[in-house]
């Protein structure tokens, strides 16, 4: 904006006027008026090229810091707002490395307020590779940029920057242990609802391996499971006692999620695989009572149902209408959503 290129350049308001009209006139400029709120920006990318490229190192460092303070005075001025990304963007170009990662991620919380999640994922990448190491928030960073990737249906990306989270900073006590675990969890499921299925499968088996647990060798093991655990549906029920999360055991609330993973991701691939997952999942979702997980469980559940046809019609409908009645008591978009 022209009130920015006025403070950055230390002109005079009749200077300022005089410079605008002689590089539009010459076609090496365009501006929207001559208001203080107006833009001014290069005729075409190839005139900013041109002048930038005989800028010497100094000279560019020096006006990019200009032009970030300018655009902060106006920010202040103007109650806080900012366009974050163009003050990183600034900073980085005067060499302020943690000013610039400052804003790359604020441009990049924006972002996904606004459901641009790829855009939010360019960000933090930006701001990532100013990290110096071992910072104290790369770790938590990274799960962002993965969490951006993943709601951009990004998986592969999403699943190495969850993977690149726990290597980068292991987790300390049990707390940092199922913490490790939740992140390779997502990951395995961000592999394989992306189709990356042989990466997929072997985080799976990790994260299945530390809880106890394990794919099934052969097709026949997986329906003898299967069998065995709808067997226990039939005699138990859909009935449960609700507790709130933090009343439960973590440990099992981390099986229940990685049987989500594993009947989400099998789903698509292994249905008989998928299936005794998901049922594993319902049974231990209905022990522990926590509502939201129940509400998965159940709405995944009369998917699976649903596969058999028409002769699974009422029974798909039963328990479609208890996962409704279980959302919709919750208010969870998610679990509506399923």
């Known amino acids: 904006v022209l009130a ?50 005989r800028l010497e190192p100094k000279v560019r460092v020096d006006w990019h810091r200009r032009l970030a303070v300018a655009f902060e005075e106006l920010s202040a001025a103007d109650r806080g707002t900012v366009d974050a990304e163009l003050l990183a963007v600034h900073w980085r170009g005067a060499g302020e490395r943690e000013r610039a990662r400052h804003y790359f991620f604020r441009a990049a919380g924006e972002a996904e307020q606004v459901l641009a999640f790829g855009r939010a994922a360019r960000l933090y990448r930006l701001g990532l590779e100013l990290s110096g190491e071992g910072a ?34 292991a987790g300390a006590g049990d707390d940092g242990r199922r913490e490790d675990l939740e992140l390779q969890r997502r990951a395995a499921e961000q ?112 998917g699976y149902l649903g596969t058999i046809g028409k002769p699974g019609l009422r029974n798909t409908g039963r328990v479609l209408g208890a996962a409704r009645a279980v959302a919709e008591r919750l208010q969870h978009p998610h679990a509506l959503g399923l």
């Open 4 to 53: 920015a290129a006025l403070r950055a350049g230390g002109f005079a308001p009749a200077e300022l006027e005089w410079c605008t009209a002689a590089l539009c006139n010459s076609r090496l400029a365009l501006s929207g008026g001559m208001r203080p709120g107006d833009t001014i920006e290069p005729y075409h990318d190839r005139v900013r090229e041109t002048v930038v490229a």
């Open 136 to 169: 104290a928030d790369t770790r938590a960073l990274r799960v962002k940029l993965g969490d951006a990737l993943a709601n951009a249906g990004r998986g592969g990306e999403a699943a190495a920057a969850y993977l690149a989270a726990v290597a980068d900073q």
């Open 191 to 302: 592999y394989l609802r992306s189709g990356y299925f042989d990466e997929g499968l072997r985080a799976l088996a990790t994260v299945l391996e530390s809880v106890g647990m394990s794919i099934p060798k052969t097709p026949m093991r997986a329906l003898l499971s299967l069998l065995l655990r709808r067997a226990q549906i039939g005699l138990r029920g859909l009935a449960f006692k609700a507790r709130p999360a933090s009343e439960i055991d973590a440990d099992a609330l981390i099986r229940i999620d990685i049987c989500w993973t594993a009947s989400i991701g099998f789903g698509m691939a292994d249905l008989v695989r998928g299936n005794d997952f998901q049922t594993r999942q319902l049974l231990l979702a209905l022990r522990a009572g926590e509502p939201y997980r129940v509400a998965k469980a159940l709405a995944v559940e009369a």
